[in-house]
């Protein structure tokens, strides 16, 4: 059983009371009285002349070590030692900090010493019943409960130590939600706590060390005329300044020199010599290597597949002219013999294929995931200068300001679908959701007595459609990601999964829920996604210059179990085991004083 003194203070009261016992024996001993017939004959004690004064070695009397170690058993009976049975279970939640400072040292990791701390913990106390909960941006439990180390470390490769933080007070309010008050919680991290635990209930673990670092905290890439251009910012995270060399690799590898002062923060930027290629940017390697290389992916190039099947005359004109405008599709029209029968599966295949078809009113739906923009017939219209009503939570209408505006279209009728702009209770653009991703938006307007198209409002209103349309075609919407942001893939109606594989070659399957799938990447790297027939690329970098400061680690431990309620409850108090053996000394004491003096020198 092992032993814990709750109250060891109470041995430094019985150090202090043994220190006066020893204290009082020695000038006792020190001076001894002798009978002599008369002070004329005294004579000083002359040294003999053969060696000197004799070394006369003190001895203990019996009766003083009885007092030294009847207060030693009392001292120990005030420390209120405790013990726990071997049998008995201790559950105990660790909280892992999975930020990735933790990985700072290599080898020497705040990670290693506190697997290699917790290991021993556990081994040196049987009883123990431990959950592992990961603290990171969102916490988790880690498999199931452990009571031996051999299932600790099948669970150890899953505490990877690549978030960009670690919420440990989240996690700590976790573990307290969902466990009883007699559950240990052990919180490991590399910095020190802002208020250290008193409760007796949590004990903090730190394993970290100042470290000095270079840290990319920011990157990007961008058109600037006819030249595409990418930035980083490096930060030296450290007291002093620094040189730092590293290389751009754009298909052909350069070298760049930075000087960074004391904290500072150095931005630069450069042309691309291959806009089409990726762009890796990497820093010497320090002691942690997550935040030194900056990989950048050229933006995605997804025209959206357009197909204009209206009838020649202003209206087509003004349509094709407004989506050409917008720089984000890829038109193909039919001729006008295509069209004249109103039904866009009889213009030569053009709408199959298309990701957005505009057409006049017609009764044949959507393609799977295809979005549809229809004009309604304008007939018996009337121009109108408003008031008009928008959805402004429709991406449809953002930018959108119909103030002198004049729209003509018949004052009477409703329209299929929920209004986006409205005049007073007439429907002039409607929205419907159909099933598999499809989408029908349907329009009232006459040009020939209408204005909106001679504003700004009209290239706006089909910007907006293009954009909203390309937002959901397969693959990223974003090619490159901070590590901790949730990664959407968009996939075609009626796609199961995608298949998406790591910076370290494992391979995972992801299913789809509607027309995306949303899942956050583990680790930094460039990631690879099939779906279908089609593969696209994602990169996360690490860009967190809170958790890439190291300055501010510390190693520690602060709190105490013993001081809570409950270890009071589930221990036993083994006081009784040093006060019987100090009340037999005591009575010994008592008779060898009552008998004899206890062995001491009599007159």
Not at 226 to 255: C, H, M, W, Y
Not at 296 to 312: H, I, N
Not at 337 to 346: F, I, N, R, Y
């Amino acid at each position: 059983m092992a032993m814990t003194l709750t109250f060891a203070e109470a041995l430094w009261g019985g150090a202090a009371i043994i220190a006066v016992l020893v204290g009082v024996y020695l000038f006792r001993t020190r001076s001894q009285p002798r009978v002599v017939g008369s002070l004329l004959l005294w004579v000083e004690h002359h040294r003999p002349a053969e060696g000197g004064q004799w070394l006369q070695r003190p001895q203990m009397p019996l009766l003083l070590a009885l007092e030294i170690l009847i207060v030693l058993l009392v001292a120990l009976a005030a420390a209120s030692p405790r013990g726990i049975a071997p049998g008995q279970g201790l559950p105990l939640v660790v909280v892992l900090d999975d930020s990735y400072s933790m990985r700072a040292g290599g080898a020497d990791s705040p990670r290693e010493q506190a697997i290699r701390a917790i290991e021993q913990e556990v081994a040196a106390q049987a009883g123990y019943q431990v959950r592992l909960l990961l603290a990171g941006q969102r916490p988790e439990f880690l498999g199931e409960t452990c009571r031996a180390v051999a299932q600790l470390r099948q669970l150890w490769p899953l505490w990877t130590c690549c978030s960009p933080q670690g919420d440990l007070d989240l996690a700590i309010a976790l573990a307290r939600e969902t466990r009883d008050h007699r559950t240990r919680l052990l919180v490991v991290t590399d910095r020190a706590p802002a208020d250290p635990p008193t409760d007796g209930r949590v004990q903090w673990w730190a394993f970290g060390r100042p470290r000095a670092n270079l840290a990319f905290i920011n990157g990007g890439r961008t058109m600037f005329g006819v030249k595409d251009r990418g930035f980083f910012e490096v930060a030296n995270l450290s007291s002093q300044p620094v040189r730092v060399e590293g290389t751009i690799d754009n298909g052909r590898e350069r070298r760049f020199m930075l000087e960074i002062a004391a904290t500072e923060t150095r931005r630069e930027v450069f042309d691309l010599e291959l806009p089409s290629a990726s762009v890796r940017i990497r820093l010497p390697g320090d002691d942690l290597p997550n935040d030194d290389e900056l990989i950048l992916l050229p933006p995605p190039q997804r025209p959206v597949r357009t197909a204009v099947l209206l009838e020649p005359g202003p209206l087509r004109e003004l349509t094709e002219r407004a989506l050409a405008a917008t720089g984000l599709a890829s038109l193909a029209t039919a001729a006008a013999p295509a069209v004249a029968s109103g039904l866009a599966t009889t213009a030569a295949g053009l709408s199959t294929a298309a990701d957005l078809v505009v057409r006049a009113a017609a009764e044949a739906p959507p393609s799977p995931g295809q979005w549809v923009w229809e004009f309604l017939p304008a007939s018996g219209t009337e121009a109108f200068l408003g008031p008009f009503a928008l959805d402004r939570a429709n991406p449809l209408v953002e930018g959108l300001a119909l103030d002198g505006v004049v729209w003509a279209s018949p004052a009477t009728g409703s329209v299929p679908g929920i209004p986006v702009i409205l005049l007073a209770n007439t429907p002039l653009v409607t929205e419907e959701r159909l099933a598999q991703g499809a989408r029908r938006f349907r329009m009232r307007y006459d040009p020939i007595r209408s204005t909106l198209h001679q504003t700004p409002n009209w290239p706006i209103l089909f910007w907006n459609l293009v954009r909203w349309r390309q937002s959901f075609l397969p693959g990223p919407a974003h090619p490159n990601l901070r590590l901790g942001m949730e990664v959407r893939l968009q996939v075609p109606a009626g796609r199961g999964a995608v298949q998406v594989t790591a910076p370290d070659g494992q391979t995972i399957s992801l299913p789809a829920v509607g027309e995306a799938v949303v899942f956050q990447p583990a680790a930094p790297g460039l990631y690879a996604v099939r779906c279908g027939g089609e593969s696209f690329a994602f990169a996360v970098n690490c860009l967190a210059r809170q958790e890439s400061d190291l300055r501010q680690s510390a190693s520690g431990r602060w709190g105490d179990w013993t001081r809570s309620e409950a270890f009071r409850q589930e221990s036993l108090d083994l006081g009784w085991a040093f006060l019987l053996p100090a009340a037999l000394l005591l009575g010994v004491h008592l008779f060898l004083i009552s008998v004899g003096g206890g062995g001491g020198r009599r007159p």
